[in-house]
């Protein structure tokens, strides 16, 4: 029996390579094909040239008045060039790298060309002879992001035999009060106007539809994931001892502020329960989270299981371990290191001591993820930083003990839509309050050519004693230019300050040499720190209270704000600079963004608003979920809709048993019996 699950190769004419090529861009039943919807369409009805603007995308139809030209110009490049009497008046068509194109058009024949109009010179460059087939006068035609094994047309012609043969098969999953409510399109209908919408308006509603079937869906199995998680028995009951908790915290050097208490109970309570801890603990730069996650470790440790932190560099790691294992000595709590560049024997030694349960907690980057490390009772891990480590080398981490409890801590914050989308599946944590006495960062924005009032400040600060850092990023192309860029600086300030102490920090010195500068900085037998960005993340250096940051206009807000929060960690009032003479009206943006606020929370709106979302977390490694259809920003209200009607669902009927909730389930169904086929 045909069935949406059926694999491509059921169509005909897919065979092997056609399947390989379909599998490159996620398809590979005919279900996916149906929902692989276009990115853009071209408006294809044909068009009088009367009434196009300059630069307009348009079809035009005529008749070709002469022989053709086909010119080419070095080896890969070449030109066709036709003249076509449209209506009255002969235009001339330029196509170019489609050679091809020559002997499929005939002299005094008539064609259809989709191209870009210039009004000025009455021409048109073309992109595309349009084919009988697309139908000429009434179309939008759908473009499709593919890849260079499958062409748009196979692709098309493929959706549309599939929609032929399957389009009886297309349920309905967003239940049918939700569907009323929203003025919804019924999904048989959505598949075909997103494929073949007869003009803008319905592409525009079946998009709506489809946009927020998408959303749904995403926020269904968000939900499902949570519920599985609270499940009792799934995860570790970790029984931890409140007295020596206590009296851990009286050993601090600091009141714990309310925030830091309120999450700490918060993770330990869910520590706690049976089930399996997914939790985020989110807090603006310098807000105190390490100290968060070191009473978490401890927690874990007096329940009788061993705890890790995972961070992403060795740096961070030597870091954490010095200032941790001081930290829980009083304790008696072993705490180990394990990074990539540890001696051998030194590496035999703390994977032994991990495997028989004698280090108690274990600091590391990714070498805690590898298949020789062995924990004897895994039963916390928290991952620094989780934005950049792959969603795979979280669950490795995970797989590695008996499903320890995870937090995931992370000094980027995240706007609400996002964090929706991205941890939906998450409880999460906020420090929303910093240590009292802090005062905001004195920031201020200064042309390349007002440096010398920056130098003025700088020494007023070292003569009270204070330390800076003077940041310049990475921007030439070649590491060998930047880091002359940053030894002339360096240079620079070691003439102007002939009485302290600068040192260089880059990437390219080696791990000890970078450990060694950054030991002698927090020990402040260097008071001016020049270095490329290998400060951004979690330098603690409370002494040092001025930043100042050249090429500002090169970094983007929260890396800006991530650097800036590397002063201010104590209770002088620190200063920001910022240098830079920003070319456009983004960057400008970013500067004024950053002189008005030093709140984490409202940067990180304002650079979803500037830049998107894909950008805020770089790469694909942000964990942020591919939409194919919605936009997470711009259906930011619908992206709320969909959440709050899933959790709704999901707390009045987790089981799913509800006639209007069938859809839903067997949607998960289907992708849970995937998963397990392509794992
Ligand atoms: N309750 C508190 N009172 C006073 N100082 C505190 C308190 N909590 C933490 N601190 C200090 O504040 C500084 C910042 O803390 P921490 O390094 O944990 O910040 P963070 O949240 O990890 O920030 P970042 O993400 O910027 O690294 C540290 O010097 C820490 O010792």
Redesign the pocket.
Known sequence: MASLMDAVTMLPSVGPKRESALRQLGIVTVGDLLFYFPFRYDDIRTRSWQELGDGEKVTLKGTVIAPLVLSRFGRNRNRLSLRLLVEDLPIVVTFFNQPWLKDKIEENSEVAVFGTWNAKRHSLAGQRLIAQADGGDAGMSPIYSVNKNIRQRTLVDLIHTAYEKYHGLLREVVPDSLRTHYRLEPTETVVHNMHFPKNGEEARLARRSAAFRELFLFECRMQSLRRDNNQVDAGLALDYDLTAMREFIKTLP????SA?KRVVNEICADMKRAHHMNRLLQ?D???????VAVLALFAAVTAGYQAALMVPTEILAEQHYTKIAKLLAPMHVTVGILTGSLNASDRAHALHDIETGRMNVIIGTHALIQDTVKFAKLGLAIIDEQHRFGVNQRRALRQKGINPDVLMMT?TPIPRTLAITTYGEMDVSTIDEL??GRQPIATTWLKSNQTGRVLTQLKTQLATGAQAYVVTPLIAESEAVDLRNAEDLYERMQRALPEYHVALLHGQLKNQEKNAIMGAFSRNEVQVLVATTVVEV?M?V?NANMMIIFDADRFGLSQLHQLR?RVG?GNQQAFCYLIADPKNQVAIARMEAMVKTTDGFVLAEKDLQLRGPGDVFGDEQSGLPHFNVADPVGDSAMLEVAHDAAKEIFQDDPSLAAPDHTGIASYLAELKKRNQYFD
């Open positions: 600091f009141e714990l502020t830091q807090g730069v310098g807000s105190g989270k390490t100290i000094a240590p009292a979690g603690d409370p929060g960690r």
